[in-house]
């Protein structure tokens, strides 16, 4: 069981929990395969709230819901009266006396910390700009899947825009005891507080955090090698500048040859194919990144139902 009411952030889970998430998507996902009904929200209704559009995170959630038994509902901000000025207090408290659960994609982390806080059942947070959890802890289960149960001492390099990925990548490989390292053009580091938190996360696991604007070095032995576009929703307007500073920044066949023989690699998606990530690296390893964007099916459900689940919540 979670001891937190909402999932917002990976910082917020014990290692425990987050071993927990895991197994049990690893189970929902084993029943799926097997054709197994695993009706555990019927009856359960999902408010899907969407600031910032996505392919994954509403097929995921959506296809979700009806897998565990319940109904997803989307909610633009053309359905909303969010979109017309209502407080976001005033939505949480209306939202939680029609709803089992309510999932957030948006902008800004602290509208979903106030959503939560007002609302009285479970807010999932789908993305902000400062983190994106549920896409962090699926990766976790795709490693597991194709490294081994055991992550501890595992090196990850994320190459690229210090972002709500990196962000979210710290926090879960901190609470795991996987070695993670940023390689980032100098000004795109993450988060100083991010970064203060997952070292202290770190320090309970035995892990390391380490940023670094040096690529080659980051890259050297490692066992997952982990990248996302460089400019983000929001960000369009600086695709051009963003492209020149970030153009070292790409995992391609060099980089890969630093890297441990058997490394993975992983990529949020969706990748542009030629500047982050070269389109000869994703082909050779769309085993991993495609088994990674099914995972958020899998990883999703298990956080649902554990937050949303009379069987699993308290």
């Known amino acids: 069981m979670l001891s937190c009411k909402d999932l917002l952030s990976i910082h917020d889970l ?9 197994s049990l998507a690893q189970e929902l996902k084993t029943m799926q395969k097997a054709g197994i009904e695993h009706h555990i929200l019927e009856g359960k209704t999902l408010g899907m709230i969407f600031e910032k559009s996505s392919t994954r995170t509403r097929v995921s959630f959506e296809t979700g819901m009806y897998q565990l038994g319940g109904q997803a509902l989307f909610l633009s901000n053309r359905d909303l009266q969010i979109g017309r000025g209502e407080p976001i207090k005033d939505t ?5 006396r029609y709803l089992d659960g309510i999932m957030i994609r ?42 081994g149960q055991n992550l501890k001492g595992l090196k990850m390099t994320y190459i690229g825009d210090g972002n709500n990925m990196a962000h979210s990548l710290m926090y879960a490989c901190a609470k795991t005891g996987i070695n993670f ?20 996360d770190a320090a309970e696991t035995g892990a390391t955090i380490t940023v670094t604007n040096d690529i080659t070095a980051a890259a050297k032995d490692a066992d997952i ?27 391609n066949d060099a980089i890969l040859k630093l890297a441990d023989k058997r490394a993975m690699v992983l990529h949020c998606l969706p990748a542009h194919r030629g500047e982050e990530i070269t389109d000869s690296v994703l082909e050779k390893h769309a085993e991993e990144i495609f088994d990674e964007a099914e995972n958020r099916l899998h990883t999703q459900k298990a956080i649902m139902a554990l937050l949303m689940g009379d069987i699993y919540h308290h």
């Open 92 to 96: 949480a408290r209306v939202l939680s």
């Open 14 to 22: 014990t290692t425990d929990e987050v071993n927990e998430i895991l």
């Open 225 to 251: 090698l982990y990248t996302d576009v460089w400019a983000s929703m929001g960000q369009e307007a600086e695709h051009t500048a963003r492209t020149k500073i970030f153009q070292g920044y790409q995992i």
């Open 106 to 147: 948006t902008f800004a982390h602290d509208k979903v910390e106030e959503f939560a806080h007002y609302a009285d059942i479970p807010v999932i947070n789908a993305l902000t700009d400062l983190l994106h959890p549920c896409q962090a802890l699926t990766d976790l289960l795709t490693i597991k899947e194709h490294k």
């Open 181 to 200: 390292v940023a390689a980032t053009p100098k000004n795109y580091e993450p988060d100083t507080d991010v970064l203060v938190n997952a070292k202290a």
